[in-house]
């Protein structure tokens, strides 16, 4: 936020009134005067070199420094107000104007010296140099000392909006939200009217995954301040966050044209739309979004179900980091020797919970080598008293629920700990932690298994976990990331997931006789090209029926009607009920063959679904997300059910449907006791490949040394 629109939004002025005082002639004071309402600007200087005594002299030019000011010319008016600072060194109004000139001009560093002098030479006099001074720290992103600034302020004017509005502000920068809270609170309190600190609370509610607060706050925000594009965006992206897509698509469609929350906007509004199956125009706005120059807003997190195509994601990518970090210092740590006996690894997630990633996971933790490797697990999402939840605090050594802390908390925590490795596990997937890796808070800083993608986040993140089948060289090459590649497939797999019998398929509403292809992907991953496809399959194979997973009874209605317009009886579409893990595993087993999406795979579902002994057929793409399946299939040797293109993926289905034998063939090849003896699910030698990377890059971190590639 740049100088100007700080100084605006604290409603202040950058002119202090002249001084009463005049020893000159009330002629000659007249005259000078008349020329600078004329414009006559070299004139009145003229005169104005000849006016005795001083500080006269200093009055006069103080008011031509302010016309000047008037007429735009800031660099004029500078001189003007230095000259007479420098006449009557001693005169509030001369300093303050000259430092509030080069406030105006950009001068921010010579700005920020002359409001400390002020404030340090009028102490708590006037307000206004207090004020700036806040102005321009924060506008030169010294948060620390606007901070600083504004709290010392605000023991001689407690209650000053503008002040507390500033500290709020900055807080916030500094990824303080509970402080950021807490000033906004008391501001909203003073002034219940104040629409800027009610947004400011939804945005810190937001960070706290406070969604249902945040929106109450962002709808006081838009009750007194209803064009406040802002907090319609903020509104809309916390629906969205709550999955009421209907309020959400509301705020999405209130976004102008020409707002700069548009492009992000238009791309949440076709997301959502396609949470609901909702594809009227999609091609079209899908088509817009790829190629238009855009700023957009949004976790690259979003992007991945859009495209494949990386020429898009990696710029949208980069964008979202630089404002992610933008006020940090991306640099390698310094070598760091040995420090403890054991390497200790940290593990960082909001997901240690009945989640799909601890359901992956979990017994890695379980089996790391103690002789070797401390662990320890942060904790920033909430305890939902799980089975799953008590296993995994069971798993780590030592283990921090971060779920009410700030962001310093939990830094200090971690450093405290002295970590060697610290592993992020959510990428740019929702309410990650990423902010505080700003600061090195580990020698080395690794991301693993959360995001479907690569992090183009050099100097804070020095590898991302995967492997050679989800991101080839070819792909890495364009990154700035380093790799770290796992020898066989980079997902974990817990060979203790609970197994629960699965039933009938009367049980489940699926007929008997029929082919049941499935497909339990949320329904924002269901593109309307390959839904196409599915429906030429459905034609293809006489008396099949394809079982879905669509969560609201719009996405039902819009997935029927889509099939009755390709000619398919919707009755041939069945909808599964969400159900706990372990009765949504089992269930699996009913289907023949299960048909994945693309361009975003099913990424645990993929392994859910093997476990289950179902075959899975897949289509590989050009980005991590769209290969994550093949990498899973390659692994369990079923290579044979990766495809590349629609019309192979279209074919090879039909013909399986078509070919009971050699669809036994294949689900004898998930037979459970061969898929232990696979590399997916050889979790303790993943375990050892895992700690084998860890101990290359603390080797490399010692000599101070780093690789692109790391096997």
């Not at 005795?52 to 008011?63: D, H, I, M, T, Y």
């Not at 993608?453 to 792909?475: F, K, R, S």
């Amino acid at each position: 936020m740049g100088a100007q629109q700080l100084t605006s939004q604290a409603s202040l002025s950058t002119f202090a009134p002249a001084p009463k005082r005049m020893d000159t002639t009330p002629q000659l004071e007249t005259q000078i005067r008349s020329l600078i309402a004329a414009g006559q600007m070299a004139a009145a200087r003229d005169q104005i070199d000849g006016i005795e005594p001083p500080f006269a002299r200093a009055v006069l030019s103080n008011e031509l420094g302010m016309r000047y000011a008037e007429m735009g010319d800031d660099l004029s008016a500078i001189q003007c107000h230095d000259l007479a600072a420098s006449l009557v060194p001693g005169e509030y109004v001369f300093r303050f104007n000259a430092a509030s000139a080069r406030l105006r001009a950009g001068q921010l560093e010579m700005a920020t010296g002359h409001f400390y002098d002020l404030t340090k030479d009028f102490g708590y006099q006037q307000l206004a140099p207090w004020k700036l001074l806040c102005v321009v720290l924060l506008t030169t992103q010294r948060l620390a000392e606007a901070i600083d600034v504004a709290l010392q302020a605000l023991q001689a004017w407690p209650d000053d909006v503008d002040l507390l509005g500033m500290l709020g502000h900055a807080y916030a920068d500094t990824g303080d939200y509970a402080q950021s809270l807490a000033v906004n609170t008391r501001l909203v309190t003073l002034r219940p009217d104040h629409w800027k600190a009610w947004n400011n609370v939804g945005a810190a509610y937001t960070e706290f995954g406070l969604h249902v607060e945040a929106l109450a706050a962002y709808e006081r925000t838009l009750a007194l301040q209803p064009a406040c594009e802002e907090a319609i965006y903020n509104a809309g992206m916390v629906a969205y966050k709550l999955r009421q897509w209907p309020e959400s698509l509301a705020y999405f469609g209130r976004i102008p044209d020409q707002s700069p929350f548009a492009s992000s906007a238009a791309m949440y509004l076709l997301t959502v739309r396609r949470y609901q199956a909702d594809w009227q125009d999609h091609e079209t706005r899908l088509n817009a979004l790829l190629h238009q120059q855009s700023d957009i807003e949004a976790r690259p997190f979003d992007l991945l179900s859009l495209t494949d195509d990386d020429a898009y994601i990696r710029p949208e990518t980069e964008a979202y980091v630089s404002k992610l970090w933008r006020n940090s210092r991306p640099d390698a740590a310094a070598p760091m020797p040995d420090r403890h006996d054991r390497l200790r690894i940290g593990y960082l997630s909001h997901d240690f919970r009945a989640h799909a990633t601890a359901f992956l996971i979990a017994e890695i933790f379980e089996l790391h080598d103690r002789e070797r490797f401390e662990t320890f697990g942060y904790s920033t999402g909430p305890d939902d008293g799980s089975p799953m939840r008590l296993r995994l605090e069971n798993g780590i050594d030592s283990f921090y629920d971060f779920s009410h802390a700030s962001p310093d908390q939990i830094v200090e925590q971690i450093r405290a700990d002295e970590i060697d490795i610290l592993v992020d596990l959510k990428g740019y997937t929702g309410d990650h932690s990423l902010g505080i890796l700003k600061e090195r808070l580990a020698p080395v800083q690794v991301h693993w298994l959360g995001y479907p993608g690569l992090l183009a986040a050099p100097g804070h993140i020095d590898y991302v976990i995967c492997d050679d089948y989800v991101v080839p060289e070819t792909l890495a090459e364009n990154y700035p990331d380093g790799i770290a590649y796992l020898p066989h497939c980079y997902q974990p797999n817990d060979r203790k997931r609970a197994v629960t019998p699965p039933g009938t398929r009367a049980d489940h509403g699926l007929p008997d006789g029929a082919f049941v292809f499935c497909c339990f992907n949320q329904v924002y991953k269901i593109t309307p090209e390959l839904f196409a496809v599915w429906m030429q399959i459905l034609r293809e194979t006489p008396g099949s029926v394809l079982w879905l997973l669509a969560e609201t009874d719009e996405a039902r209605a819009n997935l029927k009607r889509e099939t009755m317009q390709a000619g398919i009886d919707p009755d041939r579409l069945i909808f599964a009920p969400f159900l706990p893990f372990a009765e949504h595993v089992a269930r699996i087993a009913h289907a023949d063959l299960a048909l994945d999406t693309f361009p975003y795979n099913a990424h645990t579902l993929a392994s859910d679904t093997l476990w289950a002994g179902v075959p899975l057929l897949t289509l590989s793409g050009r980005s991590f997300a769209s290969r994550v399946a093949g990498s899973l299939l390659r692994t369990v040797g079923l290579e044979a059910l990766i495809t590349h293109r629609q019309d192979e993926y279209a074919q090879l289905a039909a013909a399986l449907a078509h070919d009971p034998a050699r669809l036994a063939s294949l689900r004898r090849l998930l037979d459970r006791e061969r898929l232990l003896q696979t590399p997916l699910y050889d979790t303790p030698q993943l375990t050892r490949d895992l700690e084998h990377l860890f101990t290359q890059m603390w080797a490399l971190q010692k000599a101070g040394q780093s690789a692109k590639y790391l096997r």
